[in-house]
């Protein structure tokens, strides 16, 4: 594999034969991202590197690129480009490149939001959870990390390698399950049923991080699961935090019951 060392000596390294990799950006467990060059539009784009040992399973880069690549909308990252596996096994996804940061690194260095501004990132990722499922998917990783905080004012939603259709596995009692704990909803944990309702569940605790500025101490698969308590600086979100984070997902607040709640919210 190439090395980073490698990357650096500007020059050397031009994926897909346009794409020139000017510095890392960021990596995960999915893989590493890094600011690039477009040499053949002169733009500057993001480029996902995804070695095939942090791929869960072959044509996973492509996957992930073709699932994000069915939504437009700007809360959602684009998609521009998808290199398949080159020589040293690596996968290559060319994305718009986002000013701002996570909202993950943000609150590690500020702490909790604000409710006006748990209310700003509520409504940007209800839209962009409705672009999507409307595209028939879901994404399956809602998380702090994977929501950024554009200089721009805009909240986008990143990251589509957990992305699947709605469906059912056998959960969490017969091995591992894809997400990251405490997004994950109880049902996939108990059942293996991944729908928009699992995404707004973890849309509740994104929240509930944000606001809190840590994540809840709580069992997921226990027979009592309870909704985690809501400390008085974020009285106001209790009613849209319990209704995202109802255990049920029949019960659950769907889009429309959010997006009426967050219209209740004082301004």
């Known amino acids: 594999m190439i090395t980073i060392d490698q990357r650096a000596t500007a020059s050397r390294t031009l994926v897909g034969g346009r794409y020139r990799l000017d510095s890392r950006l960021g990596s995960g467990a999915s893989g590493t991202v890094w600011l690039a060059q477009d040499e053949e539009l ?13 791929a869960p399973y072959p044509g996973a880069g492509r ?44 609150l590690y260095q500020y702490g909790p939001v604000s409710g006006d501004e748990a209310r700003y990132l509520a409504e940007h990722l209800l839209d962009a959870l409705g672009a999507v499922h409307g595209a028939g998917l879901i994404h399956g990783d ?56 699992s995404d707004l569940y973890a849309l509740g605790m994104t929240l509930y991080v944000a606001l809190t ?6 069992d997921l698969t226990a027979d009592q699961y309870r909704v985690p308590e809501i400390p008085p600086h974020a009285a106001a979100f209790a009613g ?4 995202l984070l109802d255990p049920d997902p029949d019960t659950r607040f769907d889009a429309d019951a959010l997006d009426r709640a967050l219209r209740r919210l004082p301004r």
């Open 63 to 106: 996957l992930e690129a073709r699932a994000a690549a069915r939504i437009d909308h700007r809360a959602v990252v684009a998609v521009y480009d998808f290199v398949a596996q080159d020589s040293d096994g690596v996968d290559w996804i060319v994305m718009e490149a986002l000013s701002g940061r996570t909202l993950a690194s943000v």
């Open 213 to 218: 500025g840590e994540a809840p101490d709580i």
């Open 142 to 197: 809602v998380k702090p990390g994977n929501v950024q905080l554009c200089d721009d004012g805009r909240v986008v939603l990143l990251d589509f390698g957990l992305a699947t259709v709605p469906r059912r596995t056998a959960g969490a009692t017969d091995g591992p399950v894809a997400g990251s704990l405490p997004y994950i909803a109880p049902e996939i944990l108990r059942s293996g049923v991944y729908s928009p309702q």
């Open 42 to 54: 002169g733009r500057t784009v993001a480029v996902k590197e995804i070695p095939r040992e942090l």
């Open 240 to 243: 849209v935090l319990r209704g």
